[in-house]
C-alpha cells in the first residue's frame, strides 16, 4: 500500500525544515534556532524554530504546521466546500536579516485537504532593500529553473500570479520584487506533489548565495532608515492583505508562528520620503511597476 | 435659517483641532506641527498637522477631514443602506510619547450622514506603557462627566463598548486601558451633537495632566523595551481590527493621514515575556480583563 498524499507532505516539509535551520545555522556562530512546539485547541500542532538576534539574521522563522479539524462556517463558504472538515500541512518561512544589503525573504510551501477537494498551494519572495539586479534575476531564474520542468508557462504564470498577490493596494506597490505564487492546484495532484518539491527544494540554492554575497558590505545610516521604513511596508502587506496571517489569526492558530512574519524593529514615519537616493528611486519603481527578471 | 449640523459639525472638529494642536506645542518648545492638506478623489479631503520628533511627542498626528462621495458598494450593504451617496466629517488625533511613562491617547469625532440616515460616532481611550492608576482614573472619570449630563447610563455603557472594540482579538487583550467608544447615534441628532461636543471638550482635560505629571519621570531600559512591544500590539489592532482604518483605506482616503496612527518605532520580537515586572504583571492583567476605573 503507498503512503498517502498527505503523510508524504507531512514528511517533505518536516525534512525541508530540518534542511533550511542547519543551512541558516551554518552563517550564525553562537546562535541557535529555539524549536518549540504547539498544540493547536481545534486539533493538530506545530513545530516553529525561531532564531533571534543572529549574527546575519535579525529574526529568522521556519516553521512547520500539521493541523486539522473544523473550519469556521465563513472560511467553508469562502472555499465554496461542502464541508467544514479540513486538513492542512506547510512549511513557512520568512528570514529578516539585520543588514539592509541583505534582502528579506518569504517562502511557503503548503498541502490543504477537505473531503471534497484537496489543493496545494505555496511560492517563495524577496523583499530587498538595497539594489544588487544580480541578485534578484537570479533569485528568480533559479525559481524559474525549478518550476520549467513541469511546464514552460509556469514560472511566468506565478511570476505574475506573485506580484499581483503581494500588492499592498492602498499604496497601489508591491512588498518586494516578486518570485513565485500559486494556489489551489487540484489536478494531477502527484504531479504537482512533484512540483512543490521543485520548488521547495530551490529555496535554499535561490537565497543562500545572496546571504553569502552581500552580508560583508557596509552600509550607510541612511540605507538603515531605508530597510526599517521599508519594513512598515512590508508590516502593513502582512497585516492588512496576507491569507496567511488573516487565515492562521482567524482559525486560532498558534499567534506567535503567525506573526513572527513581522520584522523586528520597524520604523512608521510620517509622509517618509522613500526617494532620497538613485537606489531608493530604482527601488520604489520596481515596487510600483514590476518587471521582468529573466 | 439655522445653519446645517453638517456644517455646524464640520465648523465644530476645525476648532477643536487648531485648539488641541495649540495645546499640544505648549509641550515643544522647537517644533511644530506639519499641517498638509490633502484631497480624496471621490471627493472632499482633509487637513492633516503631524508632529515628529518633538521633545515629548515622538509622533503625534491631530487630522480632520471633510469628505463625501460615493461608497464602495460592499460598504452600502454594510451599512444597510439604500444609497451609495454618503458625506462624513469627523477629527482624529494619535499621541505617541518618546517616554514609556507617558501614555498613548487616541480620539475621534466623527458625523456621518447618508440620505437616509445621519449617524455621530466617536470615544477616546488610553494606552500606557507603565502602571498609574490615578492617572487612569482620572482619564476615566473626566471622560464620565462629559457623559453623565446626558445620562447616568452612557459613561458605563460607552465604557463597555469601548473595552469590546479595541479588542485585539487573536490575543484576546485591549489595546490599552480604554475610555469611552460610541456609533451609530442617529436619533435626537441634535441633543447628539451636544453630547459629542461635551466628549471632545473634554479630550484635553483628561489627557493634559497626565502629560504634565509624567513627562519628566525617568524610566528604565526594560520599560522602553516594554512600550516598543505593546507598540506591537497597537499595530496589529489598528492594522487588523480597527473599523476606521480599514475604512480609510477601502475608500481610497490620504494614507499618510491614516496611517499617522502607527506608532514611530515598534518591535515586534518572537514570544516576547510581557509578564518581567510587577508593573508589566499588572497592565497585562488590566488588558486582559478590563477593570473600572471610577
Known sequence: MSTSLRDRMVNYVKNLQVEIVSALEKFEPSTKFQKKSWLRPGGGGGDSCVLSNGKIFEKAGVNISVVDGDLPEFLVQKFKSTSSKFFATGISLVLHPHSPKVPTVHANFRYFEQPDRTWFGGGADLTPYAVSENDFKHFHSTLKKACDPFGADLYPKYKKECDEYFRIQHRDESRGIGGIFFDYLEKDLESKF????????????????????????????????????????YVEFNLVYDRGTLFGLQTKGNIESILMSLPPVVNFDYSADMETSEDEKKLSNWFKTPREWV
Open 194 to 233: 512533484d512540483f512543490v518539491q521543485s520548488c521547495g527544494n530551490s529555496f535554499l540554492p535561490a537565497y543562500i548565495p545572496i546571504v553569502e554575497r552581500n552580508q560583508n558590505l557596509k552600509f550607510s545610516e541612511r540605507e538603515k532608515k531605508f530597510q526599517l521604513l521599508r519594513r512598515g511596508r
